[in-house]
């Protein structure tokens, strides 16, 4: 089984900097099965990045993926308040279906 | 746009069976362009997926191999839901549950999420 492991646990920044999450597999995955998701305290994740690159319906354009193979990045260009939660990476494959990576805080510095 | 309605018990006792719907509007369970899953979510194991039914030219039901054999997912296309059956509950059960549509490979909606604690 394929092991996702992103770094840092946590991210301190302060609104207005830039935000560089990454994740990082065990094994090579295909872009096209790499997603990324943002979840705040109390809610559901929330789909910001399918296929590596592709942001989702109404995700504002500050959030961006980039990657391949074993390294994925998520990038914020400019964090805003609202930006402040839990990312996690998540691959589709065989058997489980979807496997998560242990999520990155990002919190107000 | 399509939402997720969860619904059932949020406390369950040791030995039951958890059952959990997941009501769908603005898409239907036998889309031919949509996957169904239940995914939870505990402090100790993070997200983890448990399965998923879908359509195609017949239903499919897929589980992770751990829950297998305690596990059933089940689409109710008279209802447009779809519903999850864990039994013999144990403590370390105790999570948050969450049903999803997926599309392109990853989960483009959510419910709303229900706290499931397994306790007497």
């Known amino acids: 089984e394929i092991v996702l492991t992103q770094s840092p646990g946590t991210l301190s920044l302060s609104p207005g900097e830039r935000a560089t999450l990454s994740c990082r597999a065990s094994?090579?995955?295909?872009?096209?099965?790499l997603a990324w998701y943002q979840q705040k305290p109390g809610q559901a994740p929330r789909l910001l990045i399918y296929?590596?690159?592709n942001r989702a319906t109404g995700i504002p354009d500050r959030f961006s993926g980039s990657g391949s193979g074993t390294d994925f990045t998520l990038t914020v260009s400019r964090v805003e308040p609202e930006d402040f939660a839990v990312y996690y990476c998540?691959?589709?494959?065989?058997?489980?279906?979807?496997?998560f990576g242990q999520g990155t805080k990002l919190e107000i510095k | 746009q399509v939402q997720l309605q969860q619904s059932g018990p949020g406390l369950v006792k040791p030995s039951q069976t958890l059952s959990l719907t997941c009501a769908i509007s603005?898409?239907?369970?036998?889309?031919?362009?949509?996957?169904w899953h239940w995914i939870r979510q505990s402090p100790s194991r993070g997200l983890e997926w448990l399965g998923k039914?879908?359509?195609?030219?017949?239903?499919?039901?897929e589980y992770v191999p751990s829950l297998r054999s305690r596990m059933t997912i089940d689409p109710d296309t008279s209802r447009n839901q779809y519903s999850l059956q864990l039994n013999s509950m144990t403590p370390e059960d105790t999570a948050v549950y969450y049903c999803?549509?997926?599309?392109?490979?990853?989960?483009?909606?959510w419910g709303q999420g229900t706290l499931v604690i397994v306790s007497s």
């Open positions: 999803a549509r997926g599309r392109n490979f990853a989960l483009d909606s």
């Open positions: 603005g898409d239907s369970v036998s889309s031919t362009g949509a996957v």
């Open positions: 039914t879908y359509y195609r030219s017949n239903w499919s039901k």
């Open positions: 094994q090579s995955v295909t872009s096209t099965y």
């Open positions: 296929g590596a690159s």
């Open positions: 998540q691959r589709f494959g065989d058997s489980p279906s979807f496997t």
